[in-house]
């Protein structure tokens, strides 16, 4: 079982769009949404554990709709000057709503569609960042997703 759990993205906040022909092209046209972090487990594990594996999505989950809040934007702020920020403390407000625009940290009501899905999936694959496609069914559970939406 894979559990992809935020969408990527490289492009630092601030930066400037690509202009190609008079028109602006954003980095989510260049780059489509796609997962960042990966919580892996074996499919035999999942099976055996699943109030566990729920437990887990869900608590994730939660933190990320707490960081969509203005508490949460104000917590992970604070975290990110702590931390990765730590030598210019400036770019965290900037980094947040930039991650923030891009809807990062994914929602209950919001999951991967099977379209965004093999968008990405063709985007690694001629980037040589994937050495075979990804079948959806198996990097976003679109069943638990669904149950999930009905539980919030």
């Known amino acids: 079982m894979i559990a992809s759990l935020a969408p990527s993205s490289h492009t630092p906040a601030g930066s400037t769009p690509i202009v ?17 972090s990966v919580w892996v487990v074996s499919q035999s594990w999942a099976d055996e554990h699943p109030a566990l ?5 869900r608590g994730l ?8 809040t203005a508490a949460g934007r ?6 990110a000057r702590r931390s990765v920020f730590r030598s210019d403390p ?3 407000p900037r980094i947040y709503a930039f991650y923030r625009s891009l809807r990062f940290w994914p929602l209950r009501d919001r999951p991967v569609t099977r ?3 093999q968008r ?15 079948p959806f ?4 559970a679109p069943r638990w997703w669904r149950g999930a939406a009905r539980r919030t």
């Open 20 to 36: 190609r022909s008079s028109s602006s092209i954003t980095w989510r046209e260049l780059e489509p949404r796609s997962a960042a």
């Open 61 to 68: 989950l939660d933190g990320y709709a707490y960081v969509y």
């Open 115 to 117: 379209a965004e899905h």
């Open 137 to 140: 069914a198996r990097v976003w």
């Open 120 to 134: 990405a999936v063709r985007f690694w694959l001629d980037a040589h960042e994937l050495a075979r496609p990804v």
């Open 90 to 92: 400036t770019l965290a």
């Open 53 to 57: 594996v729920g437990r887990i999505v």
């Open 74 to 79: 104000r917590a992970w702020v604070v975290a």
